[in-house]
Nanobody, 124 residues
Framework: QLQLVESGGGLVQPGGSLRLSCAASKFKLDSYHIGWFRQAPGKEREGVSCISASGSSTDYADSVKGRFTISRDNVKNTVYLQMNSLKPEDTAVYYC?????????????????WGQGTQVTVSS
């Protein structure tokens, strides 16, 4: 069973920054496209950003464009989500997930394996 591990969440004030990490310990990530998703209480899981296996292509939800940056280091077997200018509405559990499919990549159902999630809370 392929599994990812997220880290880097926490409590931050509005306007602050966090960097999330998504790592795999038992397999190589470089064959998979990786997406970041988030789920706030009472809301559906939504796509935030994704990056192709090679790192050459990225996508962002409109709500995070210009504030979040996704990247990957295939040597370190890790994908990152740099989150700047955080807003209270960014508060959610953030998940990373992997897939070999690039189409419909904003949809959670297109992903085959997931991490357990990391909480991000933006509050003063």
């Amino acid at each position: 069973q392929l599994q990812l591990v997220e880290s880097g969440g926490g409590l931050v004030q509005p306007g602050g920054s966090l960097r999330l990490s998504c790592a795999a310990s038992k397999f190589k990530l470089d064959s998979y496209h990786i997406g970041w998703f988030r789920q706030a209480p009472g809301k559906e899981r939504e796509g935030v950003s994704c990056i192709s296996a090679s790192g050459s292509s990225t996508d962002y939800a409109d709500s995070v464009k210009g504030r979040f940056t996704i990247s990957r280091d295939n040597v370190k077997n890790t994908v990152y989500l740099q989150m700047n200018s955080l807003k209270p509405e960014d508060t959610a559990v953030y998940y990373c997930a992997g897939t070999r499919k690039w189409w419909n990549r904003s949809l959670p159902g297109m992903y085959d394996f997931w991490g357990q999630g990391t909480q991000v809370t933006v509050s003063s």
